[in-house]
């Protein structure tokens, strides 16, 4: 009888003293969480892009031992010294473009600012980091969530999305953790200096220019001047210049299985060497000038013989060039072009 009244009276106390540890508990994990996030900022501000240097002790404060759910995430660029001088890899012009997606969330998101935490682990400092994210290969950009409770489930970028530079990289975040990157600011070309250089040049050449110009003797009354500018901007367009400007494309590769040959040609939609370019540029620019050849020189001529001659020649290097570009994209691609006959001539 004395047993069944002690026992809902110990059951009540069991849950009152259970109850009141409950927010004890709550509130040491949020300290705890609010002072990572304090530790965070502070490493943050001690970089200009706003790149947090972690290695392997700082994974493991901010990530492997904060229990889930936390309060950030972490945008990790995975990045290694030793592979800086790879040009297959790019990875000094990635990291560049990282920090310019960092230092633009932070100016277009402040608000947001504490939510997301952009981070960088170098591979000789930090190689337990990397075999506990499992990254065996480079490029690799990685997010760990606030909900992530093994670093090896948090979500790695896809490597066709580096080739946007930045851009990508901010679409990745924006997909991952909705919040909104905002426009990719980047450092103008020229400096203020430079500019007020140039504009001080500009106006003390401004009277030379202006005689120049009235008695016609400058460079810009020159035939043979615009005419070597029309085929350089042409040949700068049909050889893909820009596209290996903006990515930096390396003129050529060295062969993975002979160290001691070089590879001109990619095979691959996915890249395109500097070499490759220049070889299809050149092409397309023989037939242009022999098109211009025909129809602005050899119209001249005034015999017949030498006219059908020179056409003769003109027609056949232009087939065998266009033969060429249309070989070399049907390697590189895999897709075949070929010709279908009129349907009345079967």
């Not at 492997?64 to 759910?69: G, K, L, N």
């Not at 997010?143 to 530079?165: E, I, W």
């Not at 691959?268 to 220049?278: I, N, R, T």
Request: aromatic share 14%; with cysteine.
């Amino acid at each position: 009888m004395g047993r069944s009244k002690l026992s809902p009276l110990f059951s009540f106390f069991f849950v009152l003293i259970f109850s009141s540890l409950l927010p004890s508990f709550d509130s040491s994990e949020s300290q705890a969480d609010s002072d990572r996030v304090a530790d965070l900022i502070a490493l943050r501000s001690r970089s200009e892009s706003g790149v947090i240097h972690l290695d392997d002790n700082s994974i493991r404060r901010f990530l492997t031992s904060a229990t889930p759910p936390r309060s950030y995430s972490l945008l990790i660029f995975f990045d290694a010294a030793h592979l800086h001088s790879n040009p297959d890899l790019h990875l000094q012009s990635l990291r560049s473009e990282f920090n310019l997606l960092s230092s633009s969330f932070l100016s277009n998101n402040p608000s947001q600012s504490s939510k997301l935490f952009f981070c960088h682990l170098e591979f000789k400092e930090s190689q337990s980091s990397f075999a506990l994210f499992g990254v065996n290969s480079l490029p690799h950009v990685r997010l760990a969530g606030p909900d992530v409770k093994d670093v090896k489930d948090s979500s790695p970028m896809d490597q066709s999305n580096f080739a946007r530079m930045a851009e990508s990289m901010a679409e990745f975040v924006e997909a991952k953790t909705g919040l909104s990157v905002g426009t990719i600011t980047r450092p103008p070309m020229f400096s203020r200096n430079q500019i007020a250089f140039i504009a001080l040049c500009f106006l003390i050449s401004i009277p030379f220019l202006i005689k120049k110009i009235l008695s016609g003797d400058t460079l810009f009354h020159d035939w043979k001047v615009w005419l070597s500018f029309s085929v350089f901007v042409y040949f700068f367009s049909v050889s893909g210049a820009m596209h290996n400007i903006i990515r930096k494309m390396p003129m050529f590769l060295t062969d993975r299985n002979d160290p001691s040959k070089l590879v001109f040609f990619y095979q691959g939609s996915g890249m395109q060497l500097g070499a490759e370019g220049f070889a299809i540029g050149f092409l397309y620019t023989v037939v242009g000038l022999l098109l211009g050849f025909v129809t602005h020189v050899l119209v001249r001529v005034r015999n017949s013989g030498a006219q059908r001659g020179f056409m003769v020649v003109a027609i056949l290097v232009s087939y065998w060039a266009v033969r060429k570009v249309i070989y070399l994209d049907n390697w590189k691609t895999g897709y075949g072009i070929h010709g279908f006959w009129p349907s009345s001539w079967k």
